[in-house]
């Protein structure tokens, strides 16, 4: 869809000396104050001069135009029509700043799609409430508790699950189930669970539907494909010391347990614990692994899938990239595990900013184009590095990520405005 010119049987001298659109760079460009239609068409012309093929229209910091407005909507329609007069390619992005997923607010107005994580405590909350309120309202509801005995090694020696009322033989520990609170960050609102496949819905329709209603005749010509950025499902947090405060965090979703008892056969609220603790001796457990696979999964589907079979069928291709790629503890804390997510992904991506040189991370993302038959792959590059970094840093930083498969460059940051905040957003 993006490459039918590498289809031909030779190399055009003509292509490769002045390449078209596809093959240029396509900056991030920050959205980041009270937009105007006839300064973004100016800098639209400036970006052809400067040699770019096109732009990622990027909300960032700063933008007062209302997100996903008519006027922002009609904003996007214009930038795209000028676009097509300059035969430059216009990329869009699925949210208001980052993580994606939450469309700045939007979707988590509803409490019942805000991110939810297991806390565990050895004193009960009084301000706990029953599952359907605590799930309808954002509010913490009691999960599940247990008696659990460690041994001298700080290691699971034995526990159960029991009821609220009963006595416990050992230490007797509560999980509760937590929303996400008003952040700023969203809008006062609160991020999203990707994990909930109904909240994750609610995005596509709320986002993705709002530019097919607006500009989809443009899909898959003018309009390659729309960035996602940074989805994540809420931190998981290891114990820092087992024998200590029971400090663990873990992902969840009201309908983790029972699609755990489908896939799995048994519940995983019946052995929380092991997911936290060692089991004695070293001995492996399958439900800590079968947790982390569980997770892992839903996220892949829940997001990742579901956003690019939208754009399959749209004729537009999913890219961008997840958080935490560059290292596998922390894709197990983020996402679970990268690759799984990028089947649903008809451009993955990394990010590599702040001058980094992470040829795993590039690495695992060429392995899964050439796995799933995907025809490119794209990074998020030069950014977060200041002022100072010169034209060789930006050379060696395409070469090598050109040489592990990146076809599709998107500088880190051209902005349209330096007012206020703005002129200090990652230089």
């Not at 490769?16 to 596809?22: D, G, M």
């Not at 900056?27 to 105007?36: I, S, V």
């Not at 590039?362 to 590059?381: F, P």
Request: charge should be negative; charged fraction near 25%.
């Amino acid at each position: 869809m993006l490459y039918p010119k590498n289809k031909s049987e030779k190399l055009d001298i003509k292509l490769f000396e002045n390449p078209t659109a596809e093959y240029r760079g396509t900056p991030f460009w920050a959205w980041n104050t009270n937009l105007k239609e006839d300064e973004l068409l100016w800098q639209i012309e400036k970006l052809k001069e400067m040699g770019f093929g096109g732009y990622h229209m990027h909300v960032r910091s700063g933008m007062n135009t209302p997100y996903l407005s008519e006027e922002f909507m009609q904003l996007i329609k214009s930038c795209v029509e000028k676009g097509k007069k300059e035969n430059m390619l216009s990329w869009l992005y699925d949210e208001d700043r980052w993580p994606s997923g939450a469309a700045g607010g939007l979707v988590t107005k509803d409490k019942r799609f805000r991110n939810k994580f297991i806390t565990f405590s050895e004193t009960s909350n009084p301000d706990a409430t029953d599952p359907i309120t605590g799930y309808n309202e954002g509010k913490p509801y009691l999960l599940a508790v247990y008696y659990f005995l460690l041994n001298g090694k700080g290691e699971l020696a034995s526990y159960k699950r029991i009821n609220e009322s009963d006595n416990a033989d050992g230490k007797k520990i509560y999980a509760y189930v937590n929303a996400g609170k008003d952040n700023g960050w969203y809008n006062g609102q609160a991020y999203v669970d990707t994990l909930d496949e109904d909240a994750m819905k609610k995005f596509i329709d709320v986002t993705y539907e709002a530019y097919n209603a607006k500009i989809a005749d443009d899909f898959g010509k003018s309009v390659p494909a729309i960035f996602t950025d940074e989805p994540q499902f809420s931190q998981i947090k290891r114990m820092n010391f087992s024998a200590g405060d029971v400090n663990a965090i873990l992902a969840w979703t009201n309908s983790f347990d029972s699609s755990f008892k489908d896939v799995k056969g048994y519940y995983v609220t019946d052995k929380l614990p092991e997911v936290i603790w060692d089991l004695e001796n070293g001995a492996p457990s399958k439900a800590r692994y079968d947790y982390y696979d569980h997770v892992t999964e839903l996220f892949a589907h829940c997001f990742g899938d579901q956003c690019g079979e939208w754009c399959d069928k749209h004729d537009i291709a999913l890219t961008g990239h997840l958080m935490a790629e560059s290292k596998l503890e922390y894709q197990t804390t983020f996402v679970g595990d990268a690759m799984r997510s990028y089947r649903g992904f008809g451009l993955p991506g990394v990010d590599m900013l702040c001058d980094s040189v992470e040829l795993t991370t590039a690495k695992q993302t060429q392995s899964t184009v050439h796995q799933y038959g995907k025809e490119g792959m794209l990074s998020e590059l030069y950014g977060v590095t200041g002022w100072a970094f010169d034209f060789k840093g930006h050379k060696f930083q395409g070469d090598w990520q050109a040489a592990l498969g990146v076809t599709v460059r998107v500088p880190h940051l051209s902005w349209v405005s330096m007012k206020g905040s703005a002129k200090r957003d990652y230089p």
